[in-house]
């Protein structure tokens, strides 16, 4: 009977391999350049592991953004006191849906690449078998912030911050390689600004009484 081996996991200061090759069978190749690239980064990468601060923020982080649930969460609160809220839930829902569908489904597809070797295996991470490229949490990442800093009291500034530090989360466990976050994050950056375009909102939120027409006597 085969049974799948699992390459040992390189100490810290060690470049990360590649794992086993993902489930799916892929149509594009990575060029070996890239490779090479995320490689280097990695090892530089590497100097930021081990240290425990560090590495429990980014491991709740990735935990945190599983399946969404931390855009969710945000996403709702943004939109409940906003008069318009189910335009809002409905315009958020639908944006990270799509870009769920597309990462996960045709794009993960489209391209082959293994995932580095996952580190922190006694943190229990979970670790998808499709293929590395693109970072689904990285797409949704930055699909949530676009929709996020729409007519937000909170700068935008903040919700792109929390989504690069959600996306470099996937490099620092050893989930993604960098350009897998890069690429995820393009791509989640297009559709949530598709949605802005396609679904503009209001700005009032609940309470806020619109303003009155000016009569023609007070001209």
Request: with cysteine; glycine share 10%.
């Amino acid at each position: 009977m085969n049974e799948s081996v699992i390459p040992p996991l390189p100490g810290f200061g060690e470049p990360v391999k590649a794992a086993p090759e993902p489930k799916s069978a892929g149509l594009i190749g990575v060029p070996a350049w890239v490779d090479h690239v995320d490689g280097r980064i990695d090892s530089w990468w590497d100097r930021l592991r081990g240290h425990d601060p560090v590495d429990r923020t980014f491991f709740g982080l990735t935990e945190a953004a599983n399946h969404g649930v931390l855009w969710a969460v945000l996403g709702a609160a943004q939109s409940l006191p906003r008069q318009d809220r189910w335009k809002r839930a409905g315009r958020f829902a639908a944006a990270l849906g799509a870009e769920s569908a597309l990462v996960n489904g045709p794009l993960k597809a489209l391209v082959l690449r293994p995932r580095p070797i996952p580190r922190f295996r006694e943190w229990s991470l979970r670790t998808p078998r499709t293929s590395s490229f693109p970072s689904g949490h990285s797409s949704s990442a930055f699909c949530a912030a676009v929709l996020l800093s729409d007519d937000s009291d909170v700068p935008k500034e903040v919700w792109f911050t929390l989504a690069g530090a959600v996306a470099l989360s996937r490099v620092h466990v050893g989930i993604h390689w960098m350009v897998d976050t890069i690429g995820g994050g393009l791509f989640g950056y297009a559709i949530g600004k598709i949605a802005v375009r396609l679904v503009p909102l209001e700005s009032r939120r609940t309470g806020d009484t619109p303003p009155r027409a000016t009569s023609g006597a007070h001209r």
